[in-house]
């Protein structure tokens, strides 16, 4: 599986494995943000790619295009690749790069997964990557007027990683009572009840709860069934860019 990056203009785009850490996970009182993996997986999930000049943009709160203003922070080395296309408080970072994936695999386009902006929003695409010679832009909306938004020297600015095209079209949604699975929901009753003890014991100073910390059941892939598949992963390691 290969996942094709064709610089367009000026130095090809510098992309990144994502990585698990977080700024605002970090500080988090010992770090417990990272004890749930399932947000640690989507943090590294995919690629960054990084922007190459610092700037400042700002929306005034009107619908053109004119209401955004971009302005290049100190010691820009690089052209700005950000721009106010769309009006209605869009704006517009230019992708210098053209990508292709295999066929039937399309391109998932959107901000860092869990990076945290405020007075802007990532918007998010899925692109038919495997034919089309064109490339994409990322782009944000703004949430409030008059709130200057930094990016600066090579934060990312946008994650891509390939999906399966038609995978989710395939799947066939349905409800269940949980008593028609009576395995299913006596695994789930001893998890909850476990659960419930774990968090009344956490209350009590010296507790066998409060020296674990937290419950790692997920983490290690164990189940009232057994143990997870074998591929249950603890972490994402990507191939970089070469």
């Known amino acids: 599986m290969r996942l094709i990056c064709y610089a367009t203009s000026g130095p090809q785009p510098r992309i990144v494995t994502a990585p698990l850490e977080r700024d605002w996970m970090d500080q988090t009182p010992q ?110 909306k703004f949430t409030r007027p008059l709130v200057p938004v930094v990016f600066g020297q090579d934060e990312p600015y946008c994650m891509i990683f390939p999906v399966k095209r038609g995978a989710v079209e395939a799947i066939q949604p349905e409800f269940r009572a949980l008593s028609d699975d009576p395995e299913v929901e006596a695994a789930f009753a001893a ?26 059941d997920y983490f290690r892939g164990a189940n009232p069934w057994g143990t997870a598949p074998p591929d249950h992963r603890t972490k994402v390691k990507l191939k970089e860019f070469k």
């Open 31 to 140: 770090g417990y943000a990272y004890r749930c993996l399932p947000l640690n997986i989507a943090n590294s999930h995919g690629w960054l790619i990084l922007n190459p000049a610092p700037f400042t943009a700002q929306w005034n709160g009107g619908p053109g295009a004119e209401s955004v203003s971009i302005v290049a922070g100190a010691g820009a080395t690089q052209p700005i690749l950000a721009m106010s296309h769309f009006g209605n408080g869009v704006l517009t970072i230019s992708v210098t790069g053209l990508f292709r994936t295999e066929p039937g695999w399309d391109l998932w386009v959107g901000g860092p997964v869990n990076m945290i902006k405020d007075g802007i929003q990532p918007l998010t695409a899925m692109v038919e990557t495997d034919w089309s010679p064109f490339t994409f832009t990322m782009n944000y």
């Open 191 to 216: 998890w909850a009840e476990r659960r419930r003890n774990f968090n009344t014991d956490l209350q009590v100073a010296g507790s066998a709860a409060q020296q674990q910390k937290w419950q790692k």
